[in-house]
Structures are given as structure tokens and as C-alpha cells.
């Protein structure tokens, strides 16, 4: 925006250069210079000092075209330089030995308002810059920065200070993108250990409930085996039965033979 103004500022420099300056009056002849500084505004003073500064800065270019460029910049010595540096730009009859334009750098020894410049009435936003921009809001901000610039050491230092601000920014960029992709992966992990100890709930309570069933199948089992002694058991008996009352009949039998009462037998004995 300041190239912009500085721009047509020139341009309007340049036109009135191109005018024939207006004769002088009569009334002005008549009067003697003391009598002029006296009528003259109280800035006259400090505009002829930065004239002259201008003057010493710019000894080859007319000083019709100075005060006009002073004027436009309203007495401000830096905008008025870059005024002049961008008409002698524009102009052709102004180059250095290597072929470059010849561009003017005030000091802060040759500004008169005790060595506050442009540097100080344009203050470097970096500092209080907001890191989270976007991508065209850092080149507008470099762009304003470099146009704000008095000279090449203020241009590295703000240069220095923004490349210092973006580099801050990708960093809590990055530290927030990084703190970010931990919070989920931690909300991620989070809920897989809820399934894994709903799973384990159910796998601990199916464990439980086997081991219940196996429990109840080992006491079935033992009541089994305990059943099967006693079927053995009652089936030896029975064989022993058996053979006792085989060995009874037999005994019997013989003592019917050898009685003397044929068809005469205690009735109890089968």
C-alpha cells in the first residue's frame, strides 16, 4: 500500500516538474527576506532544514522538485526520499556506474528530528503478530514489513523478526498438530481398552460358568463311579447267593433221597 502512495505521489512529482514554475510576483521583490521569514509559518524553519537535507541527498535533481516532494509527504523526510528515489527511478538519466539505479539511504545522523525515523513511526508488527495465520496473510505481513522499512538494516532486521515469528508459528503449529494426533491416538487406545475389558468381563464370566459345568461333572462322575462299585458289589453278592442257595438244593435234594418219608420236606427249603 505505501508503494502504491509513494507511486503516485512520484508520479505527481514528476508531472509538476514537468510545468514551468510560475513567475515570481511583484509583491515578492518588494519585500526584503527578513520581512519574508518573518510573515512565514513557525514549520518554515524545519522545512527548510529537511530541504536541505533533501538538497544534500539529491544535489542534481531541482529543488522546486524537492519542496514539491516535501510537500506531498507532509514534511516527512523518509516518505519524501522514497518519493524522490522512485521518480529517479522513473527517470532515465539517473544510473549508477554498474547500470543500477542510484537509490538514497537516509542515516539516523541525517534525520534532523533527533534520530527518530520512519523505523520508529513504523513500528514492526511482528511482535505482536498472531501466529496462526494462514499461508497470504505471512506474505502480506512480509510484504508490509519490508515496505515499512527505512533502510537495509532495518529490511534484515524486521526480515529476521518475521522469519523468527514464522518459525514460532510451523513450531506451535506443529507442537499443536503433534498435541492433537496424541489426544486422539490416546481417545483411540481409550476406547480399545474399554472393549478389551468388556471382552475380558465376558471371557472371565464364561470361564466361570465352564468351570461350574465341570465342577458339576466331576461330582456327577464320582457319583457314577460310586454307583458302578455298588453294582458290583450287589452283583457279587448275588453270584454268592446264588451259589450258597445251588449248595442248598443239592443238600437238599440228598437229604429227601436218604429220608424215610418219601415226598415229605420242610417247606421252607426251596
Given at each position: 500500500m505505501?508503494?502504491?502512495?509513494?507511486?503516485?505521489?512520484?508520479?505527481?512529482?514528476?508531472?509538476?516538474?514537468?510545468?514551468?514554475?510560475?513567475?515570481p510576483?511583484?509583491?515578492?521583490?518588494?519585500?526584503?527576506?527578513?520581512?519574508?521569514?518573518?510573515?512565514?509559518?513557525?514549520?518554515?524553519?524545519?522545512?527548510?532544514?529537511?530541504?536541505?537535507?533533501?538538497?544534500?541527498?539529491?544535489?542534481?535533481?531541482?529543488?522546486?522538485?524537492?519542496?514539491?516532494?516535501?510537500?506531498?509527504?507532509?514534511?516527512?523526510?523518509?516518505?519524501?526520499?522514497?518519493?524522490?528515489?522512485?521518480?529517479?527511478?522513473?527517470?532515465?538519466?539517473?544510473?549508477?556506474?554498474?547500470?543500477?539505479?542510484?537509490?538514497?539511504?537516509?542515516?539516523?545522523?541525517?534525520?534532523p528530528?533527533?534520530?527518530?525515523?520512519?523505523?520508529?513511526?513504523?513500528?514492526?508488527?511482528?511482535?505482536?503478530?498472531?501466529?496462526?495465520?494462514?499461508?497470504?496473510?505471512?506474505?502480506?505481513?512480509?510484504?508490509?514489513?519490508?515496505?515499512?522499512?527505512?533502510?537495509?538494516?532495518?529490511?534484515?532486521?524486521?526480515?529476521?523478526?518475521?522469519?523468527e515469528?514464522?518459525?514460532?508459528?510451523?513450531?506451535e503449529?506443529?507442537?499443536?498438530?503433534?498435541?492433537q494426533?496424541?489426544?486422539?491416538?490416546?481417545?483411540?487406545?481409550?476406547?480399545?481398552?474399554?472393549?478389551?475389558?468388556?471382552?475380558?468381563?465376558?471371557?472371565?464370566?464364561?470361564?466361570?460358568?465352564?468351570?461350574e459345568?465341570?465342577?458339576e461333572f466331576?461330582?456327577?462322575?464320582?457319583?457314577?463311579?460310586?454307583?458302578?462299585?455298588l453294582?458290583l458289589?450287589?452283583?457279587?453278592?448275588?453270584?454268592?447267593?446264588?451259589?450258597?442257595?445251588?449248595?442248598?438244593?443239592?443238600h437238599?435234594?440228598?437229604?429227601?433221597?436218604?429220608?424215610s418219608?418219601p415226598?415229605?420236606?420242610?417247606?421252607?427249603?426251596?
Open positions: 505505501s508503494a502504491v502512495v509513494c507511486g503516485k505521489r512520484s508520479s505527481s512529482i514528476f508531472a509538476d516538474e514537468l510545468l514551468p514554475p510560475s513567475p510576483s511583484p509583491h515578492h521583490h518588494h519585500h526584503p527576506a527578513a520581512k519574508r521569514a518573518r510573515r512565514s509559518p513557525p514549520h518554515r524553519g524545519r522545512r527548510e532544514a529537511l530541504l536541505l537535507q533533501l538538497a544534500s541527498f539529491f544535489p542534481d535533481m531541482d529543488p522546486q522538485v524537492l519542496e514539491k516532494a516535501l510537500e506531498a509527504s507532509g514534511d516527512d523526510l523518509d516518505s519524501a526520499i522514497k518519493s524522490l528515489n522512485e521518480l529517479r527511478l522513473e527517470s532515465t538519466g539517473f544510473k549508477s556506474e554498474n547500470g543500477q539505479p542510484t537509490l538514497i539511504q537516509p542515516s539516523v545522523e541525517d534525520i528530528n533527533g534520530g527518530v525515523d520512519a523505523a520508529t513511526e513504523h513500528p514492526p508488527v511482528v511482535d505482536n503478530y498472531q501466529t496462526n495465520n494462514n499461508g497470504s496473510e505471512w506474505v502480506e505481513l512480509f510484504v508490509r514489513e519490508m515496505t515499512n522499512a527505512s533502510d537495509i538494516d532495518d529490511a534484515r532486521a524486521r526480515a529476521s523478526r518475521a522469519l515469528a514464522l518459525e514460532k508459528s510451523i513450531v503449529c506443529a507442537g499443536a498438530e503433534a498435541s494426533n496424541l489426544h486422539k491416538e490416546n481417545m483411540m487406545l481409550k476406547e480399545q481398552l474399554t472393549v478389551v475389558l468388556r471382552e475380558n468381563a465376558v471371557l472371565k464370566r464364561a470361564v466361570a460358568i465352564q468351570h459345568r465341570q465342577k466331576d461330582e456327577r462322575s464320582h457319583e457314577v463311579q460310586s454307583l458302578k462299585q453294582v458289589q450287589y452283583q457279587e453278592q448275588v453270584r454268592t447267593l446264588e451259589i450258597n442257595n445251588y449248595a442248598l438244593t443239592m437238599l435234594k440228598q437229604a429227601q433221597q436218604n429220608s418219608i415226598g415229605r420236606f420242610n417247606p421252607d427249603v426251596f
